[in-house]
């Protein structure tokens, strides 16, 4: 054999073995199975890159498919303990993503190095997961934000692997990026323009979490085309209202950040309040400690405040309660922080006085999920409301109220917690947040997305 027959030879084979082994290397595609029928057919990719248990829209999306006989691969960080209801389902399968190495999640390392590197490291096991470790199914279903990298490697593997993807927009990446580095930060820039390409040419359908959202993205800049369907939050079966006083009682007597207040509670004279809180810029605790301050100089009713929640900003605000505490500035207030089952967050909501919201939208069209689940405990709300979609979720006067600054915030306390007129406006206002809590998850599921995973008609 010549020796440009062997060259020939080798390069040819080379370039077969090369091509067999890309082909097998990527992942399988999805086909509609044949013998299969009905909803069993239905199979769906949950992708959060987050907190899968921090995750409440995602895991409740993820209990409708299953309850409807549909098969769930839903995929994120497995952190927190998720649901209950997700680990009894014989349909739904978790899958953890590994972490990025701490050294990537150190705040001692600038932004500009950390970033790329742990977007890097989460492309990798994006790919993994989504490509290898979860089967391909019907549909991607994609929580954004974050959007980088989560957008552009579901669009990627959507295509590979013949799957519809669909993204739940409950916010912007790109706006929430700005309430952090500022909105002249290169990276903003960035973000935007991607997040814009991706919602422009990636998705089947599109989901909102506000009407507001919705309208937005038909517009400029984003011009989506493909469908968009509005599903509000609604709280899950676990938050209900307050059946009996007994049933208040046992719980406030056994909670440990209650129990040596709970008879005080229980006989009306300190009141209840909870805020959950991710602890990050995005939503100002010190809104309420300023409010707190100014409602204890000038008001004889004495509150005890439960914070729920885990962030990065947690030990700081804890240091400064203290040092109110010790500065004598807290007189009649205790603030006790808890990390809670969301059996026991449900129970502490309901039997709470009032529950207090500081989320700021950093979009102005999205809507904190906390206020629906206290809304499905009957428990009225004071939210932060400098918003355009505030009122798609809170009716000022009927089963909430809304404020914008501190001592705003403490005048609704004082008003609330001052006497015969007060109590009575809070048995108002919690007669409106009952109402709203007849409003389910599982029917607004159904009625907006029911028929575009195909379960109803």
Known sequence: MSPLAIILWFTFGGLFLATATIFALLPSRYEKPSTTSGNASVSVQILVLGDIGRSPRMQYHALSIARHGGTVHLIGYDESPPHPDLLASPNVTIHGLALPPKILRSPSIPFIISGPLKVLWQICTLLWALGYGAPASTWLLVQNPPSIPTLAISFLMSVLRNTQLMIDWHNYGWTILAGTKGAEHPFVGLSKAYEIAFAQTAPSANITVTHAMRHELRGAPYNIESPIVTLHDRPASIF????????????????????????????????????????????????????????????????????????????????????????????????????????????LLR??????????????????????????????????????????????GVNGCGFETAEQLAALLRRLFGGREGAEELVRLREGARGESALRWDEEWDRVLGRVFGFTV
């Open 240 to 347: 209900q209202p307050l059946t009996s006083a007994s049933e208040r009682e046992a719980f406030l007597t056994s909670l440990p950040a209650t129990a040596p207040f709970a008879a005080s509670v229980l006989e009306g004279k300190t009141k209840l309040i909870v805020s959950s809180t991710s602890w990050t810029p995005d939503e100002d605790f010190s809104l309420l400690l300023d409010a707190l301050v100014s409602y204890a100089q000038t008001s004889p009713a004495p509150i005890v405040a439960i914070i729920t929640g885990k962030g990065p900003q947690k030990a700081a605000y804890e240091a400064k309660i203290r040092a109110l505490h010790a500065a004598g500035q807290l007189p009649g207030i205790q603030i006790q922080t808890a990390w809670l089952s969301i059996a026991d967050y449900a129970a």
């Open 351 to 396: 039997s709470a006085d009032l529950g207090v919201c500081l989320h700021r939208s950093s979009s102005g069209v999205d809507l904190p999920m906390k206020v629906v689940d206290m809304f499905g405990s009957g428990l009225p709300v004071v939210a932060y409301s400098a918003y355009a979609s505030f009122g798609e979720l809170v009716k000022d």
